[in-house]
Structures are given as C-alpha cells and as structure tokens.
C-alpha cells in the first residue's frame, strides 16, 4: 500500500512538472527567438559597417577605452524610460482582470508604450540618426510626440486628475523646454538637463500612478485611507 501510494505521488509530481514545461515552453521559445535575433542582428549590423562585432555587443566605454561614467547621465535616463514603461505595462496589464477599470488599464498601457518607445528614440537615436537616414526630417517626430501629447491629456484627464498629476506637468515642462532648447539654441548642458528632469519627473509620475491604480483596484481599503 505504502508503494502504490508513492508511486501515485509520483505520478502525480511528473504530472504537475510536465504541465508546468508545457505551460512554460511558448514564453521560452520567445526568449530563444528574440536572444538569437539580438545576437545575430548585431552580428548583421556590425558587418554591414565593416565593423568588429564588439563594437556592436560590447559596452561602449570598453569599446572606446573611456571612463566608466562616459554617457552616464544618458544611460541613466534610458532605465528610467524604461523602468516607467514596465511598471505601466505590468500595471495595465493587472488592471484588464480588474471590474470596472478598463479606462485606468488603457491609461497605464498607453504610458507604458509611450514611455516604452520614447526610450528606445531616446538610447537609439531614432530621431537623431536613423529616421534622417530614412529621409525623415527630425522635426517629424517631434511633432508626433505634441499631437500624442495632445491626445493623451484629454482622453484620460479623470485618470490623471486622481494620481499626482503635478509630477506630469514637471514632466512636460522638463520634457518641452529641452526641446525647445534643442530646436533654437546650442547648448547641450541646458537640453540635456531639462530633459533628465523632465524623464525623471516622467518616471516618478508613472510610478505613482501605477501604484495608486492598483491599490484603488485591488485593495480599495488602503486607498481610502
């Protein structure tokens, strides 16, 4: 009996750790996909330019025997952007299975996107570099960002006036004087420090209002207080 009884556990613990490959196996097939066209896609890009592959995989100041802090106020903005999108999206995404929260989950993944896509212009130079290589002018993308802007505000202005919505106006105002900064002046020092302040109001705020959504959707007690 003792035997027959461990066999069945058994059984049931092959079960349990097959369901759980299967259940695994689509999002690790993903991952493969995606790690193997980041390594071979850099691989392309390198060679295309006539260029070693470490220029390409290896971190720019190993490449360029710089300092360690080269670009750092940069490379800092990039994580924030991008700290802010995966908050938002993980956040939307929660709120879908939430009753009566689909315009706060729209909210959030209509953040996480825009801050998702912001950052990678802002680490990959989409309008700096490559949309000019399109025949883009850089004035384009910018006018995107002010029509999206303008579209933003008012398709969830209930949202936003029930989070910290003084940190979104930093943001805006940081964000639209580095740009203004960067259309009439020459002077890296003021548009790249508007613009940090600016993401890091950006990101404060996502933060935020991520937080505040889901503890008014999830745990309405702790909102209240």
Same mark, same amino acid.
């Given at each position: 009996?003792?035997?027959?009884?461990?066999?069945?556990?058994?059984?049931? @613990?092959? *079960?349990?750790?097959?369901?759980? +490959?299967?259940?695994?196996?689509? *999002?690790?097939?993903?991952?493969?996909?995606?790690?193997?066209? #980041?390594? &071979?896609?850099?691989? !392309?890009?390198?060679? *295309?330019?006539?260029?070693?592959?470490?220029?390409?995989?290896?971190?720019?100041?190993?490449?360029? =025997? !710089?300092?360690?802090?080269?670009?750092?106020?940069?490379?800092?903005?990039?994580?924030?952007?991008?700290?802010?999108? !995966?908050?938002?999206?993980? @956040? @939307?995404?929660?709120?879908?299975?939430?009753?009566?929260?689909?315009?706060?989950?729209?909210?959030?993944?209509?953040?996480?996107?825009?801050?998702?896509?912001?950052?990678? =212009? =802002?680490?990959?130079?989409?309008?700096?570099?490559?949309?000019?290589?399109?025949?883009?002018?850089?004035?384009?993308?910018?006018?995107?960002?002010?029509? &999206?802007?303008?579209?933003?505000?008012?398709?969830?202005?209930? +949202? %936003?006036?029930?989070?910290?919505?003084?940190? &979104?106006? #930093? !943001?805006?105002?940081? &964000?639209?004087?580095?740009?203004?900064?960067?259309?009439?002046?020459?002077?890296?020092?003021?548009?790249?420090?508007?613009?940090?302040?600016?993401? +890091?109001?950006?990101?404060?705020?996502?933060?935020?209002?991520?937080?505040?959504?889901? %503890?008014?959707?999830?745990?309405?007690?702790?909102?209240?207080?």
């Amino acid at each position: 009996m003792r035997g027959l009884t461990i066999g069945r556990r058994a059984q049931t @613990g092959i *079960a349990e750790a097959w369901d759980a +490959v299967r259940r695994a196996l689509p *999002a690790a097939l993903l991952c493969t996909v995606l790690g193997t066209a #980041g390594v &071979l896609g850099s691989r !392309a890009l390198a060679h *295309a330019y006539g260029m070693d592959n470490a220029y390409a995989v290896r971190d720019p100041a190993a490449i360029t =025997d !710089a300092l360690w802090f080269v670009g750092i106020q940069s490379t800092v903005g990039g994580l924030l952007w991008f700290c802010g999108a !995966a908050v938002c999206l993980f @956040g @939307g995404t929660l709120l879908r299975r939430a009753p009566d929260a689909r315009r706060e989950a729209g909210f959030l993944l209509a953040s996480g996107l825009f801050s998702l896509w912001l950052g990678l =212009d =802002d680490v990959f130079m989409f309008h700096d570099e490559l949309l000019p290589l399109a025949g883009i002018p850089e004035a384009v993308p910018y006018a995107l960002y002010l029509v &999206l802007g303008a579209l933003y505000v008012p398709r969830f202005w209930r +949202v %936003i006036l029930r989070t910290k919505c003084l940190l &979104l106006v #930093g !943001a805006g105002v940081g &964000l639209g004087t580095s740009l203004i900064i960067d259309q009439f002046f020459d002077s890296h020092f003021f548009e790249d420090g508007t613009k940090f302040y600016g993401i +890091v109001f950006w990101a404060a705020y996502l933060w935020d209002a991520a937080a505040t959504l889901l %503890i008014e959707a999830f745990a309405p007690d702790r909102a209240t207080r």
